[in-house]
């Protein structure tokens, strides 16, 4: 899962990352002096195309980009500098252990540089002071151990696939700020960071639903039960676009409403249900589903197994909705459609 800008600064801050103070807006705001207004999209190369913009008028730039269909800014103070550097952690998938990726040359496409280099850190020892010491070395740059210590953190313990600054801003007097941040999350692994997500609001608190860069449409109850789904659609080539936990004993309003959720997703093509009945009554959760069938007019690929299956089976039956009983067969035949 891809974080927009703000976001990822909002992890940044919480593993001690410094970065700019700002704020995040969809509408004109005053602001004093000279600030940066930072259109959040999830698409790079935001200043190439003129949606990153240094000004004095804030209010006047941001009502400029709603122009161009911009409606989300992260507006921040302005910070001179004199260097800009790159720092990045990842996890080297041919070792399986993290990486920090580093480069004098911030600010640029780092695929583009050939002044990189890369420092190993096996996660059974964590980042040492002389890990540090050769990353400033090579970047020339001191005061690096907070933000090496926070990048590294955020792969091994906030399971993120990549967590970039570009640039590191190195002002006159040797301070740091993360200008820009890159921040992707495990899919696989949300789950686990309920709390985290619900922080830069993307968790409603009532149920465990997260958005994803895919096209298929994951429903399940259980967490443990939702991630599978999601992890057998992922290995059979497909590309998840949620993660939704109905929970146990969602009732047919609650799953109504997770259908007609995931179905007005735009980039949404079909959707895979995956209910296993215990104190979820399966008759219930077909009700549900074909309550928002009507709707939403999306192919629904349904795997219905325990408490009233039979009774469940028969609804979606008449209601022309597919259902298995087994989650491989649902998900192979939704996949080939």
């Not at 999209?41 to 941001?62: D, F, Q, S």
């Not at 074909?290 to 039979?310: F, M, Q, W």
């Amino acid at each position: 899962m891809k974080l927009y800008e703000f976001e990822g600064k909002e992890l940044f801050r919480e593993v001690g990352i410094p970065v700019p103070k700002g704020i995040v807006t969809d509408k004109p705001i005053k602001w004093e002096g000279k600030a940066v207004v930072k259109s959040q999209l999830l698409e790079g190369a935001r200043g190439k195309r003129g949606l990153v913009r240094v000004t004095e008028n804030v209010e006047e730039t941001i009502n400029e980009l709603m122009k161009l269909g911009v409606n989300k800014f992260l507006v921040e103070e302005f910070i001179p500098h004199e260097k800009e550097i790159y720092l990045s952690a990842l996890i080297d998938r041919d070792v399986a252990e993290p990486i920090i990726v580093a480069s004098p040359e911030g600010g640029i496409d780092i695929e583009s540089s050939k002044n990189v280099k890369i420092f190993h850190i096996p996660i059974e020892r964590g980042v040492r002071s002389y890990d540090v010491i050769k990353i400033e070395k090579y970047l020339n740059v001191k005061g690096l151990e907070p933000i090496i210590k926070g990048l590294y953190k955020l792969v091994t313990e906030y399971d993120a696939e990549l967590a970039e600054i570009n640039p590191l801003a190195v002002t006159v007097d040797g301070r740091l700020y993360a200008l820009d941040s890159k921040v992707i999350l495990e899919d696989n692994a949300l789950f686990r960071h309920q709390d985290l997500l619900e922080k830069i609001g993307r968790s409603p608190s009532k149920d465990a639903y997260v958005e994803l860069d895919g096209d298929i449409g994951i429903i399940g109850n259980g967490a443990g039960l939702t991630m599978a789904t999601m992890d057998m659609v992922k290995l059979m080539g497909g590309s998840p676009a949620d993660f939704y936990d109905v929970g146990g004993g969602a009732d047919r309003e609650k799953v109504k409403e997770a259908v007609l959720k995931i179905g007005s997703n735009p980039k949404v093509k079909k959707i895979i249900i995956n209910i296993y009945g215990g104190i979820t009554k399966c008759d219930e959760v077909a009700l549900g589903i074909v309550d928002a069938y009507s709707l939403i007019k999306k192919p629904i690929y349904v795997r219905l197994v325990g408490t009233n299956e039979e009774q469940g089976r028969k609804i979606l039956q008449e209601n022309g909705i597919k259902y298995y009983t087994d989650a491989l067969s649902c998900i192979g035949d939704a996949l080939r459609s």
